[in-house]
T-cell receptor
Framework: AQTVTQSQPEMSVQEAETVTLSCTYDTSESDYYLFWYKQPPSRQMILVIRQEAYKQQNATENRFSVNFQKAAKSFSLKISDSQLGDAAMYFC???????????FGTGTSLTVIP | DGGITQSPKYLFRKEGQNVTLSCEQNLNHDAMYWYRQDPGQGLRLIYY???????QKGDIAEGYSVSREKKESFPLTVTSAQKNPTAFYLC???????????FGPGTRLLVL
């Protein structure tokens, strides 16, 4: 079975500082996609960043970047210059099965301290 | 504006009652999905559909049913067989099954 593990249920960061959220996954596929989604208190799921496994270059989107380690099956999210609006639940997800299913981690709750 | 809408925002179910959650998208996406979210857990897939008139069970399909008669619509029925339906339900769509999924605002289902 495909699994996605987020080992940090809660994290906090000082405003303007940098924080890294961890994610590991398990798959036997060689080509797959990885995602980070943000879920603010409104509960709307918002795409933060996407990584294609066949690309060696780490994806970046403004203040958000990933550290993708394919051999280690690790996919961490780095948030630079943290802002109050970054406070949310963050979910790691993997589209890494032949059954075309996304698998989600259990989430990391991020608090930004003013 | 293009997007995914879900209705209602809150839904109350009585014992033994079937209820239907609506999901509509105007993004011209082929694939649509239903997830259930419980506290402390990630999203779990209930059903998905890659094309009109076709759908597959996800990991937790028991007690749920779906239809896909139109490309834009993918309603989810929570049947009386679902013994623990209280949860937050999210609908998503994507251009195809390996592309980014975009989510609706969700429906909160509560049992009276």
């Amino acid at each position: 079975a495909q699994t996605v593990t987020q080992s940090q249920p809660e994290m906090s960061v000082q405003e303007a500082e940098t924080v890294t959220l961890s994610c590991t996954y398990d798959t036997s596929e060689s080509d797959y996609y990885l995602f980070w989604y943000k879920q603010p208190p409104s509960r709307q799921m918002i795409l933060v960043i996407r990584q294609e496994a066949y690309k060696q270059q780490n994806a970046t989107e403004n203040r958000f970047s990933v550290n993708f380690q394919k051999a280690a099956k690790s996919f961490s999210l780095k948030i630079s210059d943290s802002q109050l609006g970054d406070a949310a639940m963050y979910f790691c997800a993997c589209d890494c099965s032949t059954g075309n299913q996304f698998y989600f981690g259990t989430g990391t709750s991020l608090t930004v301290i003013p | 504006d293009g997007g995914i809408t879900q209705s209602p925002k809150y839904l109350f179910r009585k014992e033994g009652q079937n209820v239907t959650l609506s999901c509509e998208q105007n993004l011209n996406h082929d694939a649509m999905y239903w997830y259930r979210q419980d506290p402390g857990q990630g999203l779990r897939l209930i059903y998905y559909s890659q094309i009109v008139n076709d759908f597959q069970k996800g990991d937790i399909a028991e007690g749920y049913s779906v239809s896909r008669e139109k490309k834009e619509s993918f309603p989810l029925t929570v049947t009386s067989a679902q013994k623990n339906p209280t949860a937050f339900y999210l609908c998503a769509s994507s251009t195809d099954s390996q592309e980014t999924q975009y989510f609706g605002p969700g429906t909160r289902l509560l049992v009276l």
